[in-house]
């Protein structure tokens, strides 16, 4: 089973401002509201691949309540601890020429709620995968990936950590399965400027030096790369997309890529599918729907002059065939 882990989850509130000045009132053209936070972002994305995973976590209030209902109208399994005070944060993400967000800093969350979390991690054992991404609230120790990591470690699960700087850093020390840190996060650990995943290569080999099993960069539009577990290198371009909303594209990546890993498929198609899974969600009010996918799969294959694989191209035709059957039961039911 793949567990993702969000200790701040958030409603992602998405406006699409038609002015940005400070100091004034700014109307925005549309709004949507959608269940965040990276955890979540993956387990939706694997939800819509019809791969089941549970979504752990911490929520609160009214805007907990709300989340929590959204995602079991989904049918993405979660696991809550739900606090007595406060609420989930709400997440603005102004949508206009440029993307600016402001990300709330989150409820208050008391010891004893932090114990019952622990507690509740215990069903995660052998075999599982276990994903630890986004910020840290304020009032949990700064450790708190370490120490989730270390309880849990010689149980035989597989870390994947997606965290900023020094929090992934310290993670190397548990070997986690999968990092996944874009160019800037790579170029302010090391302090260097870098673009295009060639440039990045050298920075996988030393994260992957320093303990890391699977490495993925991913440089925006440049592409991606993997330094996978064998010591194999991979890059990936990345398809071209009319840009909607970056919000939860690095998370679609590490959803598609456990994705396919799950299903024991090799590295290097793993990645292709992963980039496929980010894009899609860029060019998407919110996480990508299968078909999305499935476009933007079929197009990067077709960018890098290569055939879809057996796998993939299988997946791609049945969920052709159910789409158009599902529309045909819509229709006749009308
Ligand atoms: O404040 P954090 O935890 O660092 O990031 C949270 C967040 O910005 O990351 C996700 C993906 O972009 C969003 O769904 C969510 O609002």
């Not at 401002?17 to 004034?24: I, K």
């Not at 170029?187 to 440039?199: Q, T």
């Not at 899974?277 to 078909?291: D, V």
């Not at 055939?307 to 969920?319: F, Y």
């Amino acid at each position: 089973m793949i567990y993702t882990m969000t200790l701040n989850p958030a409603l992602d509130y998405v406006m699409h401002p038609l002015t940005l000045d400070m100091g004034f009132t700014n109307r925005s053209s549309s709004e949507e509201l959608h269940c965040g936070g990276n955890g979540i972002n993956i387990s939706t994305l694997l939800n819509e691949l019809d791969v089941p995973s549970i979504a752990m976590g911490i929520a609160a209030g009214f805007t907990g309540d709300y989340l929590l209902k959204r995602l079991q109208e989904k049918g993405v399994a979660s696991n809550f601890v739900i606090l007595d005070r406060g609420y989930t944060r709400i997440n603005i993400k102004l949508n206009g020429i440029v993307m600016t967000m402001v990300n709330g800093m989150g409820p208050k969350i008391p010891e004893k709620k932090v114990d019952e979390l622990l507690a509740r991690m215990d069903v995660v054992g052998a075999g599982d995968t276990l994903v630890l991404t986004g910020s840290i609230p304020n009032s949990l120790p700064e450790d708190m990936y370490m120490q989730i990591m270390r309880r849990l470690g010689g149980r035989g699960i597989q870390f994947v950590v997606d965290a900023p700087g020094q929090l992934l850093m310290e993670s190397l020390e548990m070997h986690p399965f999968l990092i996944k840190p874009n160019n800037h996060e790579v170029g302010r650990i090391y302090g260097v400027e870098i673009e295009e995943p060639e440039a990045c290569m050298p920075y996988a080999h030393k994260l992957q030096e320093a303990g890391a099993r699977n490495v993925i960069i991913s440089c925006g539009g440049h592409g991606s790369l993997l330094l996978d577990e064998n010591g194999a290198e991979h890059i990936v371009p990345t398809a071209r997309i009319r840009l909607v909303n970056a919000t939860g594209a690095g998370d679609s990546m590490v959803g598609g890529f456990l994705a396919q890993v799950t299903r024991g498929v090799d590295y290097e198609t793993a990645l292709i599918f992963a980039s496929a899974c980010g894009t899609a969600t860029a060019a998407s009010k919110g996480i990508a729907k299968r078909s999305t996918i499935d476009r933007v799969v079929t197009a990067l294959y077709k960018k890098m002059g290569r055939a879809i694989p057996g796998t993939i191209a299988r997946d791609i035709e049945e969920n052709r065939v159910r789409a158009e059957e599902d529309e045909k039961k819509g229709s006749e039911a009308k």
